[in-house]
């Protein structure tokens, strides 16, 4: 008996001493509205848990005040590396700078810190690359090359206050613009232009008024639809919704990104045409490795040094690649991989 105390009382010293030891490090997503940063957050705790990291993993509910205060508390509560994935890039100034105050080091996840000088590094998936893919997937399936057209587009875009949107508009963009601009595609309702296109938030029901509005404006006479762009999965919820209320003509290719589980689903229904599949569980990877390098003073991974200037400095980059998602490979993308489970899709 005696024996068995002892052992347990060993055990316990030893947990508290790894507890009191263990590095910590601060994980600020941005909400939990939308199901991949429930799942980078997730991902992101477990594969540094396992590393043997404290973590402290806050969601802000989109709220930039919200998102401020988490970051100081993670500060004043000792964390010893950040990982932020901001709701607005710009604006959080004042958290970093207090970072900067304690020499904390700072990872940008998925979306860049803009207008600071205390960035350390940023991960992320090829956000441009995204925007090709999709793009690329248009131009293909209406095969704008060879086909007579003329194509009738609408397009939808990410949150202004995210840098990745404008990337992920300007690499779809670039590959359509030429087709626009010979009028083989045509944009009905005239809006083009980033900040015409742009949703604040990403919310699905803002993506959805907007869509409703167009349809009604410009497509009541009964012009058919042949393409809708959509930058990410949340808006393409949002335009499908607004098309199953509002619109009776050809059911238009519609682009996404993400592959959450109701646009994989609607893919599979025939509803969504494509997504772009970014394995959270890589970026997450890739984050905590860069955390250990950081902390034991190593080298760190990057393979961008150019692309990613936050208005101060080049912050250096690790880009993830993205990949092409539809109905015919979704089985081995995302169930095969152990990323959903075929009850999820049902
Ligand atoms: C992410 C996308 C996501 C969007 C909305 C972007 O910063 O890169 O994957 O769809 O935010 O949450």
Known sequence: MKKVLFVLLALALCLTATAAFAEKVGVSMPTKDLQRWNQDGANMQAQLEAAG????????????????????????????????????????????????ENEIPVIAYDRLLMDSDWVSYYATFNN?????????????ALDLDNAEGPFIIEITAGDPGDNNARYFYQGAIDVLMPYIESGKLVVKS???????????????????????????????DG????????????TALGVANALA???NGTYPIITGQDCDIANTK???????????????????AQVVKMVGQIL???????????????????????????????ADNYKELLIDSGYYTEDQLK
């Open 53 to 100: 990291y404290e973590v402290d993993l806050q969601f802000a509910s989109n709220d930039v005040q919200t998102q401020l205060s988490q970051v100081e508390n993670m500060i004043n509560s000792g964390c010893d590396v950040l990982v932020i994935s901001a709701i607005e890039g710009s604006s959080l100034g004042s958290a970093l700078a207090l970072a900067k």
């Open 266 to 284: 609607n893919m599979i229904a025939g509803k969504q045409a494509m997504s772009v599949f970014k394995d959270t569980r890589t970026l997450a």
């Open 190 to 220: 005239g809006q083009i232009d980033f900040t015409e296109v742009a949703t604040p938030t990403w919310a699905t029901e803002v993506a959805q008024n907007r869509a409703e509005n167009i349809l009604s404006s410009f497509y009541a």
């Open 245 to 247: 209320a509002n619109y």
């Open 296 to 326: 034991k003073g190593e080298e760190v991974d990057v393979n961008d040094t150019e692309t990613y200037n936050n208005n101060v400095i080049v912050v250096p980059s690790f880009l993830c690649e993205p990949v092409f998602a539809s």
């Open 223 to 234: 012009t058919n639809l042949d393409a809708w762009l959509c930058s990410n999965d949340s």
């Open 128 to 140: 441009y690359m995204v925007g090709t893919i999709q793009g690329t997937y248009v131009k293909d």
